[in-house]
């Protein structure tokens, strides 16, 4: 109506839409829409900001062990934005920490929702950066409780907290004999003619383990030049994520002993080499208890950061690991 108005410009326009609406009974109506209307764009232009840390996993120094990314969510983030900032922080892992009802607090709350994420892809388990968050709670936000459950893909996990460091409460994934002849383009294009003593596969974490020959030493494994580029042409089917080099242990002497050494590869899934991985110790923690006979194991993992994981399989098939972490950064993620 008001539209036909020709008479006082704009204003008058305005003013007689406002005493129609006021004489019909709706102008509080159109009032609180506007309102609602200008809260949700300050909502959306209003910078994101979230709590960050990160922390090196599975070492007691600074700039050693495997560094993680972990995020706090007060309230729910939009599902892309999850691999948005783990490929803006460009680390092997980044851990988003959720509450799980709206009440719970993160210094007193016990039980959280985890997810991880590499700068290419969410990941069903992270154990180096279930430990960081684990730490970043313990030891920052000053969490009260002495363990947490972290609900995820893999089911719950727990952590708890002790004197010398935080152990991580993580399934055990069992191994089966592979055959050579169907992975050798894969292995050969790795670590080429380098001596191998034993394949195995976990077909619950899509892992390849290649045990290396027992002739070979800790040093040998530290300076194999392992060839990522081209495995993700070699096996691109689906079987294999994560590629597991690892060799026996040797008595100590001058050097701590250790029960096994390890290196991990997952190009597959974004990340060339990682430094220290849990989950890749859920699969070597079966094979090697079944190798020495062994319940508890201490084990290195050869990467140039290197990190050292005490293993305990326990009676109900699943298997404790212990490390330390220092939280090396805190700040502000806003975007």
């Not at 704009?10 to 019909?24: D, P």
């Not at 892992?207 to 194999?224: A, G, P, W």
């Amino acid at each position: 109506m008001a539209c036909y108005l020709k008479q006082g410009g704009l204003k008058f326009q305005e003013r007689f839409i406002q005493v129609y609406l006021m004489q019909s009974g709706k102008l509080q109506e159109v009032k609180q829409i506007t309102s609602n209307f200008e809260s949700l764009q300050k909502q959306l232009t209003r910078k994101m900001k979230l709590p960050i840390f990160i922390a090196d996993a599975f070492t007691a120094k600074a700039f050693y062990g495997n560094p993680a990314a972990v995020c706090l969510l007060e309230n729910k983030l939009d599902e892309d934005m999850h691999q948005k900032i783990a490929r803006e922080m460009n680390l092997s892992e980044t851990a988003f920490i959720r509450k799980l009802h709206p009440t719970d607090d993160f210094t007193q709350s016990s039980r959280f929702g985890l997810r991880w994420f590499t700068p290419a892809s969410e990941v069903p388990l992270c154990g180096h950066a279930t430990l960081a968050s684990a730490a970043v709670l313990f030891h920052k936000i000053k969490n009260v409780n002495s363990a947490l459950t972290f609900v995820t893909l893999s089911g719950e996990l727990k952590a708890r907290k002790v004197e010398d460091g935080i152990v991580l409460d993580l399934p055990l994934y069992p191994v089966q004999p592979q055959d050579f002849h169907e992975v050798k383009d894969l292995i050969k294009t790795a670590i080429g003619d380098t001596l191998v003593q034993d394949i195995c596969y976990s077909p619950d974490t899509r892992k390849l383990l290649v045990r290396l020959s027992d002739t070979y030493d800790r040093s040998f494994l530290e300076k194999l030049k392992v060839n990522t580029q081209n495995l993700l042409q070699v096996e691109n089917t689906g079987k294999v994520k994560g590629l597991i080099l690892t060799l026996k242990g040797q008595p100590g002497g001058q050097t701590q002993a250790f029960d096994f050494y390890s290196r991990y590869f997952a190009p597959w899934v974004g990340v060339a080499e990682d430094p220290v991985t849990g989950s890749a110790h859920t699969v070597l923690s079966s094979y090697w208890s079944q190798q020495l006979g062994k319940k508890d194991m201490h084990a290195f993992q050869c990467s140039c950061r290197g990190g050292e994981l005490e293993i305990s399989l326990r009676s109900d098939g699943r298997v404790d690991i212990r490390g330390g972490a220092a939280v090396v950064l805190e700040g502000t993620l806003m975007a």
